[in-house]
């Protein structure tokens, strides 16, 4: 298995559990990116919960800042990581919007976020 979807599935199994779903992201590339654990969790804090209002995925917004940080900006591959996330999840990228699709076809939210983790970590390591 993937040692970065490895590390993610240990930070949300952790009891209690205190990472959202961009911090983790966020600190499972932080030796990648040469920063330290608390300021990867200070970044991704406010993303989760789809910026704690709904909005885009924590999980996809977090992945977008750690390909940032790779040195990875081209619209075109942006375009198609946010494409191919979309498509796996009936075009949705807002964390609400997924929630209730998921909860529609009776998921549950840590589930599906641990899920929504795995996937940005792939597709991060794909690019």
Known sequence: MNKHVEKAKELRNATPMVHNCAQT????YADDLGINKELANHLGCNFGGGMKCGSVCGAVTSALMVLGAKGIVEPSKLNAFRKKIAENHDG???????????????????????HMIQEAIEIIDEM
């Open 92 to 114: 949705y990228l807002n964390c609400v919007d997924l929630l209730r699709a998921n909860a529609a076809k009776g998921g549950d939210k840590k589930t599906h976020c641990d």
């Open 25 to 28: 992201i966020m600190e499972v």
